[in-house]
């Protein structure tokens, strides 16, 4: 189950870097927390969210890998809620929850593979399926409303031009969207939409790593792309072919 190992890998390395770096999604949850207190949870998080990758990596401990992941996205996702409730009309708060809940997904999508009762099992895949069918939505909508931001993240040296791309990308995620939702072909477009990412992070965020390597933002955007794409890769895996 490779995606489980790519999904495992940057868990780890996502949960390093929003240790590392005050300016993550984490930091900006806890924030309101006063004191010393905040740091401490943001500790307790991030080891969590450590181990929790580290247990992915294992079959015997990927279950309870799920679990911890899973359980540390839900929390992520429901404070992102309050984001969208203090800035509704902004799109980015809203695809801050579904990237959120896109790793919620794939957490289901390894426990649902390590669940033994075969009808419990089916059924923690079609919802982890229907999840990341919406999370797809959102991808697409979060590049229509902020699509020359996105252009400009496209390396200017692929032809024909960053805004085709932009473009190109926003249909692949509507149309891979579609595929999931209404379960035709789900599974091989889950597992072009993990490629679709992977390339992300490769043609984007890597360059950005090699030029910038102190700039810690660039390292927690390379690892959210990879453990989107790895989440995204094992639902691929309990998706019907």
């Known amino acids: 189950m490779y995606g489980r190992f790519v999904f495992g890998a940057f868990a780890v390395m996502f949960g390093v870097v929003s240790l590392m770096w005050r300016g993550s999604d984490m930091w900006a949850y806890l924030h309101p927390i006063p004191g010393g207190l905040g740091t401490i949870v943001a500790w307790i998080l991030a080891i969590a969210q450590i181990a929790g990758g580290a247990a992915l ?5 990927a279950r309870f890998g799920a679990i911890v992941l899973g359980f540390i996205f839900v929390l992520f996702a429901l404070a992102a809620i309050f984001g969208i409730i203090g800035s509704p009309t902004a ?6 929850f579904f990237e959120k809940l896109s790793v919620v997904c794939g957490a289901l999508a390894v426990y649902a593979v390590t669940e033994p009762n075969l009808a419990r099992s089916s059924a923690l895949g079609r919802v982890a399926r229907l999840g990341l069918g919406l999370c797809a939505v959102s991808f697409a909508l979060s590049q229509i409303f902020y699509l020359q931001f996105t252009a400009s993240l496209v390396p200017k040296w692929i032809p024909p031009n960053q805004v085709f791309w932009a473009n190109a990308t926003t249909a692949a995620f509507l149309l891979a969207a579609l595929a999931i939702l209404i379960n035709r072909d789900a599974r ?28 810690l933002g660039n390292w927690s955007e390379f690892a959210d792309t990879f453990l989107i794409a790895g989440a995204t890769w094992v639902v691929a895996e309990v998706a019907p072919v």
Do not use: D, E, S
């Open 188 to 215: 091989l477009a889950l597992r072009l939409m993990a490629a679709m990412l992977a390339l992300f992070g490769v043609l984007v965020w890597f360059p950005q790593l090699i030029a910038h390597p102190a700039a």
């Open 91 to 96: 799109y980015f708060q809203y695809g801050n």
């Open 57 to 61: 990596l294992l079959p015997r401990t």
